[in-house]
């Protein structure tokens, strides 16, 4: 989820630029727990949205390399946050003192997630970036500001149903069902794409740290040669791991460490 800052993979579009220059330290070995039997399709109960606070470990290509935090809180009515922290904390994006936050404001319409705000912000050594964006419903058009080319600051003609990037990890926890299939139309700074993915027939387990869990496998089908997987599982309001893979190889992967309501 590609180096650049603004790029749009999901949750790991932030972590990139803070672990893309990590030494490489020995990731440490996942303890063993026991395998579960995969849960069948007709149990499968997609997490209902509520506040939490979740936390991450990263992993480059195998090496640990920082972490993530996700919260997601409720401001009043139908108006909700998402917010996330990046953090290197190994190598060069230590060094740099490297932070990356991403926040966006978004109403709950039950069927669907609607971004009102989306804003973008980069600190390290030496440089800081920001860019806020507006989705402005009534005038049918998302535009952003900041530190962006010029070509990315002009207006785009909104549809119902457009996701920001952090939105998207929601929506397919709400939307995944077993063996289903989804396209989600994905406006963020200044950029368009369509997105396809597809949940798997049925659960797997899934090993993260020394928990295991039960976990419905969903992953980006139109992606070609840039895989984006995550798992989510029941009664877990937030993915249990998120991995993006290029060329055939792991990339980026972030385990879940912690989760709590927020």
């Known amino acids: 989820m590609a180096i650049a800052l603004f790029k749009p993979m999901l949750l790991t579009a932030l972590l990139v630029s803070a672990v893309s ?4 330290t020995p990731a440490p070995a996942p303890a063993q727990a026991p395998v579960a039997p995969a849960l ?11 506040p939490f606070v979740a936390t991450y470990q990263a992993f480059y290509k195998g ?5 993530a935090t996700m919260r997601v809180t409720h401001n009043n009515d139908s108006q909700w946050r998402v917010d996330l922290a990046v953090r290197g904390k190994r190598g060069f994006a230590s060094v740099l003192g490297l932070n990356i936050e991403q926040s966006n404001v978004f109403t709950n319409e039950g069927s669907v997630y609607t971004p009102l705000s989306q804003s973008t912000v980069k600190k390290a050594l030496f440089m800081s970036k920001k860019v806020t964006g507006v989705y402005n419903w009534q005038a049918g058009t998302a535009q952003w500001q900041g530190d ?3 070509e990315r600051q002009r207006p785009i003609p909104l549809q119902r149903g457009d996701q920001s990037a ?6 397919l926890m709400r939307d995944a069902r077993p063996g289903q299939a989804l396209q989600y139309r994905y406006v963020d700074v200044g950029r368009v794409r369509q997105y396809e993915y597809r949940a798997a027939d049925t659960t797997e387990n899934v090993q993260v740290g020394d928990l295991s869990y039960d976990a419905l496998r969903v992953y980006r089908t139109n992606g070609g040669n840039d895989e984006t997987i995550l798992w989510i599982a029941n009664g ?6 998120i991995l993006q893979r290029k060329d055939g190889q792991d990339e980026i992967d972030l385990r879940l460490i912690e989760y709590q309501g927020a």
């Open 236 to 241: 877990v309001p937030t993915p249990v791991r």
């Open 21 to 24: 220059h990590a030494q490489e």
């Open 63 to 67: 090496k640990e390399a920082g972490d």
């Open 148 to 150: 962006l080319k010029d």
């Open 40 to 50: 069948p399709a007709l149990e499968w109960t997609p997490p209902a949205l509520e």
């Open 166 to 171: 952090l939105l998207l990890n929601l929506s």
